[in-house]
């Protein structure tokens, strides 16, 4: 097995390899809550409404999904017909994400949108041994490319999150409904 | 059709057990690519009651589909052409040996995530043939229409993360990355349990001319490292990274 501190571009066959550098906070913003709700109904208009679920609701929710509910509080987008989008967050193992359910007035799923995605610790790399790794590094490669395209690495857990806060969200709906 | 400016809208969405991203510059073809990898995963989902592979796995006697077919050949041409580095059946990715058990329950994980970004890549390709952006799932990205591109890597282990920059060009646009803070996630969704031979906290990048292969070949070599990826000769490069980012190796088959 071979090791080397690499701080300069390395070029390896057919791909390039720059430095290491430490990872400053990373977040994608997708789109936002209107363009969410537009993308998963494309045909409907919209409007915004905040909902409190009673605490007999918050236990009803918590029974029949299985899952935790958070805060009581209910953002939510609302199409005459009482097709919803609700606006959620959810946390994942080290990641913050804030999400968009489309649930059509029967009760279905219609679509899920990720709207923003916060890694949430990247600013709390600070410790000394740390910091002595990157003693001479230099910055980041100076070549990019006019499109800013970036890889994401894994969010298993993140996604498994989002799907468990959709599940949430159907029974809610259930809850709710009565009140639209 | 030319197009003089290009206009790039990026979708994430939940599937195939983590985060897909699509990022195009063709939005009609959000809903298609998203379409195409909810059915290999309606296809290829271990605990789906209902999935052709979990039918499969219960003996019930079913046409295969072609997807399933192609998956299965590759999985058991490579599984034979990496000494079981790679392996679909899921005893073996446990660490038993399969004469021994007898059981031949399989589990596409090692190569489905990949094939769904290259199905959604080429349906792109084949309705927009001028199509450009990436298909990612999980930490394996294909990009397309363009002649080169740049992703970061994120190595290390949560919450000590490190970045690199990686550029790939020409045929290998294919990115497939197997961490260990991947690896902590994935959890009871995959079947892996067996350890793999580098240090603690190491990352494996693939980069390959598709990505089912470089999705693959993480499991290479990470279960049998250099020597048996060498077998895969002029298809693919792995890096393999420790927990710091520093380079351990840079292995082309």
């Given amino acids: 097995m071979r090791k080397s501190d690499i701080f300069n571009i390395l070029a390896l066959g057919p791909v390039v390899l720059g430095p290491v550098a430490a990872q400053t906070a990373h977040a994608e913003i997708y789109m936002s809550e209107e363009q969410a709700a537009k993308s998963i109904f494309p045909n409907l208009q919209f409007e915004k409404k905040q909902f409190q679920l009673k605490p007999d609701d918050v236990n009803l929710v918590e029974k029949t999904s299985g899952e935790t509910v958070r805060s009581p509080q209910l953002k939510v987008y609302k199409a005459p017909n009482n097709d919803l989008v609700f606006i959620d967050q959810v946390l994942g193992k080290h990641e913050f994400i804030t999400y968009a359910v489309g649930i059509e007035s029967d009760g279905t799923v219609r679509g899920v949108e990720i709207l923003e995605y916060r890694e949430t610790y990247g600013s709390q790399v600070r410790g000394e041994d740390f910091k002595k790794q990157f003693v001479g590094k230099t910055k980041l490669s100076p070549l990019k490319l006019d499109k800013d395209i970036k890889g994401l690495s894994g969010a298993t857990l993140s996604s498994a999150h989002v799907t468990a806060g959709v599940r949430r969200l159907l029974h809610t709906y259930d809850q709710i409904k009565a009140q639209l | 059709m030319t197009k003089s400016k290009r206009n790039f809208s990026t979708r994430c969405r939940p599937g195939l057990g983590t985060l897909i991203r699509v990022q195009v510059d063709n939005e009609e073809l959000i809903e298609p690519l998203y379409a195409r990898i909810a059915a290999i995963e309606a296809l290829f989902n271990f605990h789906d009651p209902s999935s052709e592979l979990r039918r499969y796995n219960d003996n019930t006697l079913i046409p295969l589909s072609d997807e399933f077919q192609k998956l299965m050949s590759v999985a058991l041409e490579l599984r034979q052409l990496s000494h079981g580095a790679f392996t679909p059946y899921v005893m073996e990715q446990k ?138 000769r002029g298809e693919a490069q792995a890096l393999v990274f420790d927990a710091e980012g520093q380079l351990l190796e840079s292995g082309m088959s």
């Fill in chain 2, 95 to 232: 660490g038993q040996h399969l004469a021994d058990i007898g059981s031949a329950v399989v589990d596409f994980g090692g190569l489905a995530k990949g094939f769904a970004v290259d199905e959604a890549v080429s349906l792109a390709l084949a309705l927009d043939p001028e199509a450009q952006g990436f298909v990612e799932a999980g930490g394996d990205i294909r990009y397309f229409g363009q002649a080169e591109a740049t992703i970061q890597l994120r190595l290390g282990v949560p919450p000590q993360i490190m970045t690199r920059e990686l550029r790939v060009a020409g045929d290998f646009m294919s990115v497939a990355t197997s961490s260990p803070g991947m690896a902590a996630e994935f959890g009871e969704t995959s079947t892996q349990l067996r350890e793999g031979i580098w240090p603690k906290g190491s990352s494996i990048t693939v980069v390959a001319k598709n990505c089912m292969l470089a999705d693959a070949l993480t499991k290479v070599m990470l279960f049998g490292g250099a020597k048996e990826f060498a077998a895969f």
